[in-house]
């Protein structure tokens, strides 16, 4: 009973402060929304007077020149042309994909199966079985790396490195 009571008596001192909260928010939005048409008014009118102030001059020179200057079928399309790329529709990109069909030519179809012929037999000489050999020359071990690397210049002779500085170059 007396948890309830003191339940009754937060709610009765926090219910004013919700409200005014609450009100306060939807003043905030009403606000911010006004702002919003504002704004947008704003961005209509400027474009209403670059229209009619840039735009519209620069497409009657454009039209006028176009027609003054080509033969009447020429001045038309241009025109058609110039109407399209003014107009609010959305130009949309589709790309095409070409289905170009397998070549039947029997010397191509001929030299294909010798390359492929020509493939199998080096693959069964050298017994590389692999299509692409690059990419397994990479260690994929660095520790390995670094030990091939040590084993390689530990079997170079010193004088033999000396004998290759001298003999490069003094100007490089």
């Known amino acids: 009973v007396k948890l309830e009571s003191e339940n009754q008596e937060a709610r009765a001192i926090t219910q004013p402060l919700l409200d005014t909260e609450n009100g306060f928010v939807k003043d905030l ?4 929304c006004q702002q919003e048409r504002v704004e ?22 454009v039209e006028n020149q176009v ?3 080509c033969c009447y079928e020429e001045a038309e399309m241009f ?5 399209y790329c003014n107009s609010k529709v959305q130009y949309t990109v589709i790309y095409y994909t070409v289905n170009t069909p397998a070549s039947r030519d029997p010397l191509f179809l001929q030299s294909r199966e010798g390359i ?8 069964c000489q050298t017994g590389v079985t692999d299509h692409n050999p690059i990419e397994n020359l990479r260690p994929t071990n660095l520790t390995h790396l670094h030990q091939l690397c040590q084993e ?3 079997k170079i002779h010193p004088t033999y490195c000396g004998k290759l500085v001298e003999g490069f170059p003094r100007k490089v």
């Not at 939005?29 to 911010?32: A, D, H, K």
């Not at 947008?40 to 020179?61: F, Y």
């Not at 025109?79 to 109407?83: C, E, F, G, P, R």
């Open 29 to 32: 939005e009403r606000f911010l």
């Open 40 to 61: 947008l008014r704003k961005r209509e009118l400027l474009h209403k007077r670059w229209t009619e102030r840039v735009w519209t001059p620069i497409q009657r020179s």
């Open 67 to 69: 027609s003054r200057c």
């Open 79 to 83: 025109l058609h042309y110039i109407h």
């Open 116 to 123: 492929k012929e020509k493939r199998a037999v080096l693959r």
């Open 152 to 154: 390689e210049w530990a």
